[in-house]
T-cell receptor, first 112, second 114 residues
Framework: DAKTTQPNSMESNEEEPVHLPCNHS???????IHWYRQLPSQGPEYVIH???SNVNNRMASLAIAEDRKSSTLILHRATLRDAAVYYC?????????????FGKGTHLIIQP | KAGVTQTPRYLIKTRGQQVTLSCSPI?????VSWYQQTPGQGLQFLFE???????NKGNFPGRFSGRQFSNSRSEMNVSTLELGDSALYLC?????????????FGPGTRLTVL
């Protein structure tokens, strides 16, 4: 899988929006952009994924740059429960499956 | 719908022993993947099973093996345990093996090797 780059940590205040960036300059046209998060003492949890268009679900929004070399995960109104490590992962969409390649992720800290 | 379950949740073994961990995927899911998480290496992919066949394997020694049964339940085995095998072992299930399917993770099995 192509490599992604994320900030090591970010801090935000409760009830404010959070924008988590991810750079993936070597992304190929067939790579999906996935986001997972891992809350303390839990297994990772799927957040959202997309290919080219922006995506929304009940947890978050994913904004994908027009050239697809970067994306941003948007938490519209952060709560203390959103404090977690967020992973941006690229996955090749063509046949079969590879395991998720987790990087270091972004440690999101939410201040009350 | 019940989530992914893993047993046991905690395990203590000594060097040289072997261990078997179990994973029950979400009902209807046919793909099961295994990951190892350590403070130093982070989350690393071990292998994936789909329809009782290993589809992909990460960069781990042959001491790490697995299998999947006809009901999609999976086990992983680590033989000749080393201190460095102490880790959280996570299992994830998904509907199918395509890369756009989300994976649902279990709570993990915490293995301590003494």
């Amino acid at each position: 899988d192509a490599k992604t780059t994320q900030p090591n940590s970010m801090e935000s205040n409760e009830e404010e929006p959070v924008h988590l960036p991810c750079n993936h300059s070597t992304i190929s046209g067939t790579d999906y952009i996935h986001w997972y998060r891992q809350l303390p003492s839990q297994g990772p949890e799927y957040v959202i994924h997309g290919l080219t268009s922006n995506v929304n679900n009940r947890m978050a929004s994913l904004a994908i740059a027009e050239d697809r070399k970067s994306s941003t995960l948007i938490l519209h109104r952060a709560t203390l429960r959103d404090a977690a490590v967020y992973y941006c992962i690229l996955r090749y969409s063509g046949g079969g499956a590879d395991g998720l390649t987790f990087g270091k992720g972004t440690h999101l800290i939410i201040q009350p | 719908k019940a989530g992914v379950t893993q047993t046991p949740r905690y395990l203590i073994k000594t060097r040289g022993q072997q261990v078997t961990l179990s994973c029950s995927p979400i009902s209807g899911h046919r793909s099961v993947s295994w990951y190892q998480q350590t403070p130093g290496q982070g989350l690393q992919f071990l292998f994936e099973y789909f329809s009782e066949t290993q589809r992909n394997k990460g960069n781990f020694p042959g001491r790490f093996s697995g299998r999947q049964f006809s009901n999609s339940r999976s086990e992983m085995n680590v033989s000749t345990l080393e201190l460095g095998d102490s880790a959280l072992y996570l299992c994830a299930s998904s509907l199918a093996t395509a890369n756009y399917n989300e994976q649902f993770f279990g709570p993990g099995t915490r293995l301590t090797v003494l």
